[in-house]
């Protein structure tokens, strides 16, 4: 996979991850090289607390951001 094949699948993962769009988050994990994918879920939690710092209280991103890790996990898991 390139760089800017990675670097579009990351930004797809993190999308649909706002979305909220849990499948299209395993779907997109699973097109990734193994070797990929634990730096493309970081990319894409990160992404996504960056996104959501501005309009979530203190509690809410850290909610956020532990389920977006454990989808992460549970992709990574499956994809095992």
Excluded: K, W, Y
């Excluded at 992404?47 to 956020?64: I, K, N, S, T």
Aim: glycine share 4%; charged share 20%.
């Amino acid at each position: 996979m390139s760089e800017a094949q990675f670097i579009r699948t990351a930004a797809l993962v993190t999308a649909a991850a706002l979305r909220g769009d849990d499948m299209a988050v395993r779907l997109l994990l699973h097109t990734l090289p193994p070797e990929q994918m634990a730096a493309s879920c970081e990319g894409a939690v990160m992404a996504m607390a960056g996104l959501v710092r501005e309009f979530l209280d203190p509690e809410a991103l850290q909610r956020g951001i532990t389920e977006a890790q454990q989808l992460a996990r549970e992709a990574a898991t499956e994809r095992n």
